[in-house]
């Protein structure tokens, strides 16, 4: 890992790192870390904890034979909750439901631990009560990516970018299990996580969803994750994992969402697939498929979707690496392979996609997928594999055995004291300090008079980004956590009565008089997946996008009094104005529920900053095509016990980024 105390004076390798995703030969963040000392060059043969079991397999052998093609088919489907009842679980043999984004049980967004307990526990039933020979659960999955975040009042832990940030896989382990104990408390035993994208490119949305451009970080942090979460299988407080999104997502051209990834086979291998190989050390028991499609530059051949992609899938995943769990689809993914539709995709199946998300369009899938079969598009062989593969699943979580229902009401499981603790750690663990100049108020002192500046200062959304109540993590407000702490009320309560705290969104006609320190949050607003993406040509500089944190921040900057700024997004963002105009600066990421886990740093209370930045720091607006594209590089992270000497950085406002030659 690189080990800097000092801003990068050339940006060379960062934009390499850049001009590779555009295409110009991809330099993998393993050739960046010096961690891999000799880069993994060809399938590595991984050693799997889980071993398959004789009686287990005749035992799905034996059921299997005994199954019509249709309910094989069945078990082959996830539909969303919001598009299945069931009911219609045990009519069609569903062998599985998700909720996605925005799902919870009967539409309420405040959905009581008891609800969604109900809800897992009518499905369950109706699968147990089909006219099969033998019985099959059917098994749910959410997307509990940064703790069990569609449900009202569970404790939020930081976004992976954070975890990246925090240099820490025990933490990560620990978090996965919580994670777990949260999802089984709501009776749901599959969770959509961890995301091992190695993101090449901070324009992409999902960059928060990512640990770091380090591929050797994302391996140990995927073991970590999956032994976590994953336990014995069988316990009452784990789930199963779902290592995503296979293979390159965080490497498409110019980070768009869904895009083409350019890179060589051994680039795949070096940089994007490490996560795999942590994640099937671990265990992991299910892969998710990504959305992006791959052009393999060292043949200079296009090779179309992931999601048809039986090579890597079928070839590599299952042959050479040894998988023998599930492979599940994305959202709707299947639509977007050449000559397929949503609810028609042999490609897919053939391609080695064993259980297929289409959310709401289940029962078309079905019908046409049968039809497939029976004319031989899709061999039963290839079917047979696909339900061995989600029984195996099934039986070694013990779902056979047993109801994923909790025994008693585990709602406490969601916001215990040990989930707000463990989250506060990780925030504080997370922060990275990118500046602290001699005029810096850091550490605050609990007897301060503070004021607090900025939009995302007073509410709680702008710390939890995308995937938290909601999808986007939008349409919803501090009434929705009522446990939670944004930045106002953890300072509140650092201060308690020794102090005071003054409040101003814009700082607009405040008088500075009296103020020993300003703290100015910035915030990107909340987002997830394409939605996300700051698409070239657009600029990549905070105050572009947010020119009233900005504005904010120019209210108090150099007025007397020392300004702290802490910047909450789920990317590296260009920020040198800002920086600029700041004694001390933070980058926060996406911290989640527990404010006072930036409160327990900045007053000095935690240990000293701990954090160190997961990717580079981008010094232009436009990376991609600039002299000097990194300020800071990846391992980057100051100390309080000692002051930078960060002199004025230049400062760039293009609005839009030259055209790039394809
Ligand atoms: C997301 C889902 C979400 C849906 C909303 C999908 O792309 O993955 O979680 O519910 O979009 O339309
Ligand atoms: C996302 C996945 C997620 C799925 C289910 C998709 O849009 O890409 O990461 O697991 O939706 O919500």
Not at 6 to 32: E, H, T, W, Y
Not at 210 to 228: G, T
Not at 517 to 522: F, I, Q, W
Not at 613 to 624: K, Q, T, V, Y
Request: neutral net charge; hydrophobic residues 40%; charged residues 25%.
């Amino acid at each position: 890992m690189t080990k800097r105390a000092s801003p990068v004076k050339n940006g060379q390798l960062f934009r390499a790192f850049l001009i590779g995703s555009i295409g110009a030969g991809l330099l993998g963040g393993s050739a960046l870390s010096g961690l891999q000392a000799k880069p993994a060059t060809d399938w590595p043969a991984l050693a799997h904890p889980i071993a398959k079991d004789a009686a287990m397999e005749a035992r799905i052998a034996e059921i299997v034979a005994g199954m019509t093609l249709r309910q094989k088919i069945g078990q082959m489907t996830q539909a969303d909750i919001r598009s299945v009842t069931p009911d219609q679980v045990r009519e069609h043999y569903l062998g599985s439901i998700l909720n996605g984004g925005g799902a919870w049980p009967g539409g309420k967004k405040q959905a009581t631990v008891a609800d969604w307990v109900a809800l897992a526990d009518a499905h369950y039933k109706a699968s147990m009560a089909t006219d099969m020979k033998v019985k099959i659960p059917v098994i749910w999955g959410t997307d509990a990516v940064h703790g069990h975040n569609n449900v009202f009042k569970a404790t939020l832990f930081p976004h992976n970018i954070g975890l990246g940030a925090a240099r820490d896989p025990k933490l990560v382990g620990r978090i996965a299990h919580l994670t777990a104990k949260q999802v089984r408390a709501t009776g749901i035993t599959w969770a959509f996580a961890p995301t091992v994208a190695v993101v090449q490119n901070p324009r992409w949305g999902r960059t928060y969803e990512s640990y770091s451009s380090d591929p050797a970080l994302v391996r140990q942090y995927a073991v970590e994750f999956v032994k976590a979460m994953q336990g014995n299988l069988t316990g009452s407080d784990t789930t199963i994992a779902s290592v995503k999104h296979f293979l390159g997502d965080g490497g498409t051209y110019l980070g768009k969402d869904q895009g083409e990834t350019r890179a060589t086979r051994e680039q795949l291998i070096r940089t994007h697939a490490p996560g795999y190989f942590g994640a099937l050390e671990g265990g992991v028991q299910t892969v998710m498929i990504s959305y992006s499609s791959w052009t393999d530059t060292g043949a200079g051949k296009p090779q179309g979707k992931m999601h048809g992609n039986r090579e890597l899938i079928t070839d590599v995943l299952k042959g050479k690496l040894g998988f023998d769990g599930l492979v599940v689809s994305d959202w709707n993914a299947i639509e977007q392979v050449k000559g397929c539709t949503r609810t028609h995709c042999p490609q897919a199946i053939n391609a080695g996609i064993d259980m297929i998300m289409v959310p709401d369009d289940w029962k078309q899938f079905i019908e046409e997928t049968i039809v497939d079969v029976e004319k031989g598009v899709i061999p039963t062989s290839r079917i047979d594999d696909a339900v061995k593969r989600i029984l195996r699943v099934k039986m070694r979580t013990g779902l056979f055995d047993r109801s994923p229902i909790p025994a008693a009401s585990a709602e406490a499981d969601m916001a215990s004291d040990v989930m707000r603790t463990t989250a506060r750690e990780a925030v504080s663990k997370s922060l990275v300090l990118l500046k602290n100049n001699k005029r810096s108020p850091l550490p605050l002192k609990r007897s301060a008079k503070i004021l607090l500046v900025g939009k995302g200062a007073d509410k709680v959304t702008p710390q939890l980004g995308g995937w938290s109540l909601t999808w986007q993590g939008d349409e919803t407000d501090d009434n929705d956590y009522p446990l939670a702490d944004d930045m106002l009320s953890a300072l509140q309560k650092a201060v308690g009565d020794g102090g005071k705290v003054d409040f101003s969104a814009d700082a607009i006609g405040v008088d500075l008089k009296g103020y020993d320190a300003v703290l100015v949050v910035h915030a990107e607003r909340p987002y997830a997946e394409m939605k996300g993406d700051i698409s070239y040509p657009a600029s990549l500089r905070h105050s572009e996008r947010y020119p009233d944190d900005y504005a904010a921040l120019e209210r108090v900057s150099g007025k007397g009094v020392p300004v702290v700024s802490v910047l909450f997004s789920g990317r590296p963002v260009y920020a040198n104005d800002l920086i600029n105009m700041s004694d001390a600066f933070i980058a926060a990421w996406l911290p989640g529920t527990e404010g006072q886990g930036v409160t327990d740093v900045l007053f000095g209370g935690a240990k000293d900053f701990q954090g160190k930045l997961p990717f580079d720091w981008p010094g232009a607006s436009c990376p991609e095509t600039a002299r000097k594209p990194v300020l800071f590089r990846r391992g980057y992270g100051l100390k309080l016990a000692k002051k930078s000497n960060l002199g004025r950085l230049p400062e760039d406002g293009v609005e839009t980024c030259p055209a790039l030659a394809e």
